[in-house]
C-alpha cells in the first residue's frame, strides 16, 4: 500500500501563487507515475500535471500537464517520494480541490496519463481557492 499526504493548499488573489507538495510513504515501485488532478463542483474530475519516473532506461522524468496549465505550472520533485506542482499566475478557474495520485508503471498503464479511473492511489485532498 501507498499513502499519499497532500499540502500547501490555501487561497489566492488571481495571479499569485501557491505550492502543493505530496508526501508518499509505504511501499515503493521501480517506476511510477505520480502528480495532481482536481475537481471543481460539479465538474469532473481532472489532470493536471503528472510525472514518470523513468525506469533507468527509458522516459526519464518525463512530464504531462493539461493545456490549461501549461507555462502556468511545473512539476518537480524536492527527492523521490516528495513531488510539488509549483502553480504561478493562477486563475479563478484554476479553484479545486486538488488531489495527489500515483501509480505503478508509465503513466499510460491502464489508460491515458489523466484517466483518473487508471490511479491506484489518492491523497485526501488539499482546496486552492482563486479569488478575482
Known amino acids: 500500500q501507498v499513502q499519499l499526504v497532500e499540502s500547501g493548499g490555501g487561497s489566492v488573489q488571481a495571479g499569485g501563487s501557491l505550492r502543493l507538495s505530496c508526501a508518499a510513504s509505504?511501499?515503493?515501485?521501480?517506476?511510477?507515475?505520480m502528480g495532481w488532478f482536481r475537481q471543481a463542483p460539479g465538474k469532473e474530475r481532472e489532470g493536471v500535471a503528472v510525472?514518470?519516473?523513468?525506469?533507468?532506461?527509458?522516459?526519464?522524468?518525463?512530464t504531462y500537464y493539461v493545456d490549461s496549465v501549461k507555462d502556468r505550472f511545473t512539476i518537480s520533485r524536492y527527492n523521490a517520494k516528495t513531488p510539488y506542482l509549483q502553480m504561478n499566475s493562477l486563475k479563478p478557474e484554476d479553484t479545486a480541490m486538488y488531489y495527489c495520485?500515483?501509480?505503478?508503471?508509465?503513466?499510460?498503464?491502464?489508460?491515458?496519463?489523466?484517466?483518473?479511473?487508471?490511479?491506484?492511489?489518492w491523497g485526501q485532498g488539499t482546496q486552492v481557492t482563486v479569488t478575482s
Open positions: 495520485a500515483a501509480k505503478a508503471g508509465v503513466c499510460e498503464k491502464d489508460g491515458s496519463w489523466d484517466d483518473w479511473h487508471s490511479y491506484n492511489y
Open positions: 509505504g511501499d515503493t515501485w521501480r517506476s511510477y507515475c
Open positions: 510525472f514518470y519516473t523513468g525506469d533507468g532506461r527509458t522516459y526519464y522524468g518525463r
